[in-house]
């Protein structure tokens, strides 16, 4: 099978298209012909070396699987090979998605939403997994609360948006200019110019100095230390960033506020949920642009530059036929065209 191997850590010209071995689903495992993958940030971290001590070379990445069952291992009983499936591979455990075919254990495995795309079930396992345990899990955010979601144009902040909407909650978030009507539309009810103003000086004007109940750090820097000063008496405050700097989180003491750090887990419980809320109409991932497998490199960098002009995410399409069909449909904003 084709896969796209990492042979040493560096930049976006560190993968190389090759032929390696097809792999063969052992007892408890399923084998999926892997239709599309999307990129997410932890990828271009694995592939600069940030996590070289975990990750063995040469190695295949990749976090996100929309695919099709191809056999199934002794043992397995939910899935039967044509059945469509999608999942976030075993992250720091075993090849990821960055390939033809992928073994997963049957357990971390969910049965694709029929109403996505295999481009669009794969935008949403990573960050959909995410912003689950971020807002239902860890923040327990509840019906009527107040929530900030950093990053409201990103892969994570733009699923978190509609999970908070459909959990009950009044959603404030930050995104540039560029993205403000983006971010209303899927539902933000407090869009902050955060190049404009200040975000904590917005939120405390937009909520008559009484702050909200949670925020989701999707961006890291001083979110954590500056987060008390927007955030209301007993508040939560759920990070998913690495947390580069020691931070000076006195103040959180005065709000009674509490923090959870969330390195995002695979289970099928929560793919079940998100496929209940896209079938409910109430979650959809935005694909921003579409590459191939061999352009995997060019949407590392486009990721990683600043300013890309990208919203929700980019999906990887392994099945060729998908490239095509994504290329009518995708709009994708002048700087994030592939
Ligand atoms: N712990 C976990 O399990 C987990 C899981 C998924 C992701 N993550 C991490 O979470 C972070 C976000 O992931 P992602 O997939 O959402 O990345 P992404 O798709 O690149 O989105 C990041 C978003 O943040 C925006 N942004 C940058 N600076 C900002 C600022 N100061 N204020 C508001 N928005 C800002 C970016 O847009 P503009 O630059 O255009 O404004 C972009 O829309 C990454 O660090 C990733 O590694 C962690």
């Known amino acids: ?38 990129i997410n940030p932890l990828d271009f971290q694995v592939r600069r070396g940030d996590y070289a001590d975990l990750v063995p070379l040469p190695g295949i990445t990749g976090h996100d699987v929309s695919g099709v069952v191809e056999a199934v291992g002794p043992g397995v009983t939910s899935f039967a090979p044509g059945d469509e499936v999608w999942y976030t591979p075993q992250i720091f455990d075993g090849p990821g998605s960055y390939a033809e075919y992928h073994v997963a254990a049957e357990g971390i495995v969910g049965k694709k939403p029929a109403a996505l795309s295999h481009l669009e079930a794969a935008s949403l396992t990573l960050v959909g997994g995410t912003a689950w345990e971020a807002l239902v899990v860890r923040a327990a955010l509840r019906l009527g609360e107040r929530i900030l979601v950093h990053g409201g144009a990103g892969g994570v902040g733009h699923v978190a948006i509609q999970l908070a909407k459909a959990m009950g909650a009044r959603v404030f978030t930050t995104v540039r200019e560029a993205n403000v009507e983006f971010a209303r539309g899927i539902g933000a009810d407090v869009v902050i110019d955060y190049e404009k103003e200040d975000y904590v000086d917005a939120i405390l004007r937009e909520t008559n100095g009484q702050g909200v109940d949670v925020i989701l750090d999707t961006i890291g820097g001083d979110t954590l230390s500056r987060s008390p000063d927007a955030l209301a008496q007993l508040g939560r405050v759920v990070s ?99």
């Open 1 to 38: 099978m084709k896969a796209l191997v990492l042979n040493t850590f560096g930049g976006p010209q560190a993968f190389e298209l090759r032929d390696v071995p097809k792999p063969v689903a052992q007892a408890g495992q399923v084998l999926v012909r892997v239709h599309a993958t999307s």
């Open 240 to 338: 998913i960033v690495d947390i580069a700097q020691p931070q000076n989180v006195i103040q959180a003491w005065g709000k009674n506020a509490s923090y959870h750090f969330v390195f995002t887990r695979q289970n099928r419980g929560k793919l079940d949920e998100l496929r209940a809320l896209v079938e409910r109409g109430q979650l959809r991932p935005h694909v921003g642009a579409v590459y191939s497998l061999a352009d995997v490199p060019r949407a590392h960098a486009l990721l990683q530059s600043p300013n890309n002009g990208l919203r929700g995410k980019i999906a990887i399409a392994i099945e060729p036929s998908l490239l095509s069909s994504a290329h009518s449909t995708v709009q994708a904003t002048p700087e994030a065209t592939p």
